[in-house]
């Protein structure tokens, strides 16, 4: 079963404009991991944050976590049309290494 | 550093016959983890290896199994192939210590069950 939702489910930028994309789940957990998936690939690893971590930063990529309201959010900032790709959260929790997934966020940056 | 690796990269088969999926981890990682990414049910955990040994599955029947090797490569094996086990099987890797559990993930094993 699903951790939590993403939402948007769909969203269509142009590119140069930021992208903002939420996280909830339902459970305590221990870290919380963003991913992304370029048409039916592999996913790709982009930034992982810690229960006890608010925000990270990685090049465009800011990822905050509150864990009061159990959501996260991942913000690319100046898109461009190669981050056009659908993005998943991923967490686990105290005794569950495995991760579980959003149902995906699908980012259409236009050129 | 090479990532984490799949073969096949496509397999395709017909009902009722064994497919095997196999996965290299990242030099290093010892956790090796399979997920289910199905049309329309998303992201699906199904098995987790560590140090040789099953340590977790998830809500899948038996005839998903698996077996982590001595270098830790792993394979995944489905027996009985029903048309719903088609999908993307995607293998995952991790240092398996700490608290972080970053997984890695491999390109994926396209499986078609006709």
Same mark, same amino acid.
Request: hydrophobic share 30%; charged share 20%; proline share 4%.
């Given at each position: 079963?699903?951790?939590?939702?993403?939402?948007?489910?769909?969203?269509?930028?142009?590119?140069?404009? !930021?992208?903002?994309?939420?996280?909830?789940?339902?459970?305590?957990?221990?870290?919380?991991?963003?991913?992304?998936?370029?048409? #039916?690939?592999?996913?790709? $690893?982009?930034?992982?944050?810690?229960? !006890?971590?608010?925000?990270? $930063?990685?090049?465009?990529?800011?990822? *905050?976590?509150?864990?009061?309201?159990?959501?996260?959010?991942?913000?690319?900032?100046?898109?461009?049309?190669?981050?056009?790709?659908?993005?998943?959260?991923?967490?686990?929790?105290?005794?569950?290494?495995?991760? *579980?997934?959003?149902?995906?966020?699908?980012?259409?940056?236009?050129? | 550093?090479?990532?984490?690796?799949?073969?096949?990269?496509?397999?395709?088969?017909?009902?009722?016959?064994?497919?095997?999926?196999?996965?290299?981890?990242?030099? #290093?990682?010892?956790?090796?983890?399979?997920?289910?990414?199905?049309? #329309?049910?998303?992201?699906? %955990?199904?098995?987790?290896?560590?140090?040789?040994?099953?340590?977790?599955?998830?809500? %899948?029947?038996?005839?998903?199994? #698996?077996?982590?090797?001595? !270098?830790?490569?792993?394979?995944?094996?489905?027996?009985?192939?029903?048309?719903?086990?088609?999908?993307?099987?995607?293998?995952?890797?991790?240092?398996?210590?700490?608290?972080? !559990?970053?997984? %890695?993930?491999?390109?994926?094993?396209?499986? *078609?069950?006709?």
């Amino acid at each position: 079963s699903q951790q939590g939702e993403e939402d948007p489910q769909a969203l269509s930028i142009q590119e140069g404009e !930021n992208a903002t994309m939420n996280c909830s789940y339902k459970t305590s957990i221990n870290n919380l991991q963003w991913y992304r998936q370029n048409s #039916g690939r592999g996913l790709v $690893h982009l930034i992982l944050i810690r229960s !006890n971590e608010r925000e990270k $930063h990685s090049g465009r990529l800011r990822v *905050t976590l509150d864990t009061s309201k159990k959501s996260s959010s991942l913000l690319i900032t100046a898109s461009r049309a190669a981050d056009t790709a659908s993005y998943f959260c991923a967490t686990d929790g105290k005794g569950r290494r495995a991760l *579980t997934f959003g149902s995906g966020t699908r980012l259409q940056v236009q050129p | 550093e090479a990532g984490v690796t799949q073969s096949p990269t496509h397999l395709i088969k017909t009902r009722g016959q064994q497919a095997t999926l196999r996965c290299s981890p990242i030099s #290093g990682h010892t956790s090796v983890y399979w997920y289910q990414q199905a049309l #329309g049910l998303g992201l699906q %955990f199904l098995l987790w290896y560590d140090e040789g040994e099953e340590r977790n599955r998830g809500n %899948f029947p038996p005839r998903f199994s #698996g077996r982590q090797f001595p !270098n830790y490569s792993s394979e995944l094996n489905v027996n009985a192939l029903e048309l719903e086990d088609s999908a993307l099987y995607l293998c995952a890797s991790s240092s398996g210590y700490g608290g972080y !559990n970053e997984q %890695f993930f491999g390109p994926g094993t396209r499986l *078609t069950v006709l």
